[in-house]
């Protein structure tokens, strides 16, 4: 139901914090522990002017790790999936696709979504580097950030995707929330934490026995 909601308390570490409301593709609403209170501007709850759009995917396994590839360009950095929207493009669909295209997954379910977009800013540099690739120059990337739990085996991943797009990435690991934030691009970095302060939770409280977790009755 689109409608459902996750609500995710902020009472265990600031007990006066309001709630802060996650849209989940999930028919349960779970309450459950975050780590840090997160603004967001409400205006953000469209894309912004001037910004590529697109979805991140926050990849996730049993073990409570993050999918992560490095650029065959970069193997000093580490991403998570990501890709843009074709035009009256479902985000969700978009977000499967990209996954598929980037690293043949297939066998993953879509746990919760970010109810608004995440964007970085690109260099003037990279912005007209880009035209030639987008046919316009953008501002820099914005995109709504999905959360997927990964439920297939390790071969099924592969990097040359599902061969109807170039290759992006040439190495991949699962990598802890520590792991990942670390080894992320400078200019993503800001992103990325915001993406594990909303996601974190869950990710450890589906795999955490030690992570209270409340279905709720309504």
Request: charged share 25%; glycine share 10%; net charge negative.
């Amino acid at each position: 139901n689109k409608n459902d909601i996750v609500i995710v308390s902020l009472g265990v570490f600031r007990p006066k914090c309001p709630r802060h409301l996650i849209k989940s593709s999930s028919t349960h609403i779970w309450e459950g522990v975050v780590f840090s209170f997160v603004y967001h501007h409400p205006s953000m709850e469209f894309p912004p002017e001037g910004y590529r759009r697109g979805v991140g995917i926050c990849l996730f396994n049993s073990s409570g790790k993050i999918f992560a590839a490095s650029r065959l360009n970069g193997h000093e950095i580490w991403e998570m999936p990501q890709g843009g929207v074709n035009e009256g493009e479902d985000l969700k669909t978009a977000a499967k696709r990209e996954l598929m295209e980037e690293t043949g997954v297939v066998s993953a379910e879509i746990i919760a979504e970010l109810p608004y977009w995440l964007s970085y800013d690109f260099s003037p540099e990279v912005s007209i580097r880009h035209i030639k690739h987008w046919g316009a120059r953008y501002k820099g990337q914005t995109h709504k950030w999905f959360l997927l739990k990964f439920t297939g085996k390790d071969e099924e991943i592969n990097l040359l995707g599902d061969g109807t797009e170039r290759q992006e990435f040439g190495e991949w690991s699962w990598m802890s929330i520590e792991q990942l934030l670390n080894q992320a691009k400078k200019s993503r970095k800001p992103v990325y934490e915001q993406v594990m302060k909303e996601f974190g939770n869950f990710i450890l409280g589906i795999v955490g026995d030690d992570i209270p977790l409340k279905q709720s009755e309504t």
